[in-house]
């Protein structure tokens, strides 16, 4: 079975601080793992994706992801925020067993203060 | 490029109204999903496809039914709607390998009142 769990449902930061998004996984199987952002009103983007070629992971718009095994996580981070990062950011899992569902964290709403 | 693309992208319906929303994607992927999206509850799998002619259960599928008679196309329906079906729908695609990241419509906003 797979999980995720994405702690803090709301993150502030101000503009120019580092984001952490934090998500912890739960699989009986090596995992692939997936960040998505969301902007209203808009489906979900791909940010990166972690596929156990490298545990650090660069995305798009300057965030990276590291994956921990011995931690189970997969946190999200960027070094300096920006206003146009506010947006809504999914943590996702599935499995390298073949199985072609994911398991999707109820998400983190990020705000960029000025 | 289109990508994944939904209609329609709002829809009020009243309670034991019937209604179908399309997926439709140009990517030439064997999945397909269908997820609604409620506040503080992230995505819940409604049904999903692995090829043409194929669908099967996800994690909520009562009152949705879903067909894929084209690879390119998902349909889901309601056929009774009830209020607690009130949400925003997103349908997916991906390419066959476990390790291919899902693509994302812009999603339907549904009302049922």
């Known amino acids: 079975a797979q999980s995720v769990t994405q702690l803090g449902s709301h993150v502030s930061v101000s503009e120019g601080a580092l984001v952490l998004l934090r998500c912890n996984y739960s699989s009986s199987v090596p995992p692939y793992l997936f960040w998505y952002v969301q902007y209203p009103n808009q489906g979900l983007q791909l940010l990166l994706k972690?596929?156990?070629?490298?545990?650090l992971v660069k995305g798009i718009n300057g965030f990276e992801a590291e994956f921990k095994k011995s931690e189970t996580s997969f946190h999200l981070t960027k070094p300096s925020a920006h206003m146009s990062d506010a947006a809504e950011y999914f943590c996702a899992v599935t499995g390298t067993s073949g199985t072609y569902k994911y398991i999707f964290g109820t998400g983190t709403r990020l705000k960029v203060l000025a | 490029n289109a990508g994944v693309t939904q209609t329609p992208k709002f829809r009020v319906l009243k309670t034991g109204q019937s209604m179908t929303l399309l997926c439709a994607q140009d990517?030439?992927?064997?999945?397909m999903y269908w997820y609604r999206q409620d506040p503080g509850m992230g995505l819940r799998l409604i049904h999903y496809?692995?090829?043409?002619?194929?669908?099967a259960k996800g994690e909520v599928p009562d009152g949705y039914n879903v067909s894929r008679l084209k690879k390119q196309n998902f349909l889901l329906g309601l056929e009774s709607a009830a209020p607690s079906q009130t949400s925003v729908y997103f349908c997916?695609?991906?390419?066959?390998?476990?390790?291919?990241?899902?693509?994302f419509g812009d999603g339907t906003r549904l009302s049922i009142l």
């Open positions: 990517m030439n992927h064997e999945y």
């Open positions: 997916a695609s991906k390419q066959g390998s476990s390790n291919q990241p899902q693509h």
């Open positions: 972690y596929t156990s070629a490298a545990t």
């Open positions: 496809s692995v090829g043409e002619g194929t669908t």
